[in-house]
């Protein structure tokens, strides 16, 4: 069965930083593109950061470049989000998908494409 499990959503002041992780299972980690992606009230799920697995590559929306860095610990199949001087217009649902294969992980984004998707953390940043 394949999981995707995000966590380490929470309420920040602006300014903050939250690391948020997805842990992996049930599919072959290094064959797939890894994404988050966020969702606020009223808005489209829209592309945060993507990586591939098998490579290393990332890709960051330009809202967040600068402030969040996307990593991975594979033998863990797990990967993180950093975000640092979290904004207001941060707040928001974020999910981790997979899409395979890897080498997607540019077009996951920015199409906000998935074959998997977890079930999303909330992050909520306070002026």
């Known amino acids: 069965e394949v999981q995707l499990q995000a966590s380490g959503g929470g309420l920040v002041q602006a300014g903050g930083s939250l690391r948020l992780s997805c842990a992996a299972s049930?599919?072959?980690?290094?064959?797939?593109?890894i994404g988050w992606f966020r969702q606020a009230p009223g808005k489209e799920r829209e592309g945060v950061s993507c990586f591939s697995s098998s490579d290393g590559s990332t890709y960051y929306a330009d809202s967040v470049k600068g402030r969040f860095t996307i990593s991975s610990d594979n033998a863990k199949n797990t990967v993180f989000l950093q975000m640092n001087n979290l904004k207001p217009e941060d707040t928001a649902i974020y999910y981790c998908a997979a899409l395979r294969p890897s080498e997607t992980y540019y077009y996951m984004c920015v199409q906000t494409q998935g074959d998997y998707w977890g079930q999303g953390t909330l992050v909520t940043v306070s002026s």
């Open positions: 049930g599919f072959t980690f290094d064959d797939y593109a």
